[in-house]
């Protein structure tokens, strides 16, 4: 069991960015990352929807005998979360928008939690947004055309920072204190924001804390590699564009 693979997916190559953190701390594990390109973006479905698309991918995970499985979405955590676990026996992550540690440093001016619509419509969400309504002024801002440009390989330059001054036109730039990337494809735009916003504007991702959560779980349960060479990372895609699988591999640059 030490040794099986960690399943990584996300509605396409946004996970990616989680993978990362996740391979940073944990570089001995095997990896399967699945992108799920066909059927982006996951915003735009209905939870059923969802529901069917995560679990068909769930049960590929467990065919192909992972250990664990880190659901690299917010979307996607919000929809599925409780069903894997009450489907498949094995650890299971989700990831949510990290709303509590920007919370925590807050000084003034307003957060803002960039998302897809799903995930800042899902109860879970609000739930823990009503948590800290009283303590910092909190700015939801729908924002599925980022994933569009990440999926198209664009993480810099004019269109993704049109894309970025599109979504905060109608906001005073000036009162914003920090942004919580609420899907795991913003933070390949890092750059692009820091340059349309400020370099002043805190930028806080799910990303380590989901890396620490699995590590922390596997380590509980014994479920940590004894191997002491570097893992390996395998990339599947949905999508028939095999361009996906070489730009996901480029995304995770370790």
């Known amino acids: 069991m030490k040794n099986l693979p960690i399943g990584v997916f996300d509605s396409g190559m946004g996970g990616i960015s989680v993978l990362r953190e996740i391979k940073k701390l944990m570089p001995n594990e095997d990896y399967i990352y699945y992108g799920d ?4 973006p996951y915003g735009k479905k209905t939870k059923e929807e969802l529901e069917k698309i995560c679990l068909d991918i769930g049960d590929y995970f467990v065919d192909r005998g992972v250990k664990s499985i880190v659901i690299a979405c917010n979307t996607a955590t919000s929809a599925v979360v409780d069903k894997f676990r009450n489907r498949y026996k ?3 992550i989700g990831i949510e928008p990290a709303l509590k540690p920007a919370v925590e440093t807050y000084e003034s001016g307003k957060i803002v939690v960039l998302a897809t619509e799903v995930t800042l419509k899902e109860k879970k969400f ?8 009283d303590e910092a002024e909190i700015l939801k801002i729908p924002a599925p055309k980022l994933v569009t ?6 993480t810099e330059g004019v269109e993704a920072e049109e894309a970025i001054k599109e979504l905060f036109k109608d906001v005073n730039i000036n009162e914003i204190s920090s942004i919580v990337l609420g899907c795991t494809h913003y933070i390949f735009l890092r750059n692009a924001i820091k340059k349309v916003l400020g370099e002043s504007v805190k930028l806080i991702d799910g990303g380590y804390g989901t890396a620490h959560n699995l590590k922390n779980i596997l380590s509980s349960m014994d479920m940590l590699c004894d191997n002491d060479i570097d893992g390996r990372v395998e990339v599947v895609n949905s999508s028939e564009d095999e361009s996906k699988i070489g730009l996901s591999y480029k995304l995770l640059n370790i």
Do not use: A
Not at 126 to 133: I, W
Not at 149 to 154: C, F, K, L, P, T
């Open 90 to 92: 094995i650890p299971i």
């Open 149 to 154: 440009v990440v999926e198209s390989g664009i």
């Open 126 to 133: 609000n739930l823990l947004m009503n948590q800290y309504k």
């Open 37 to 40: 390109s066909k059927n982006i």
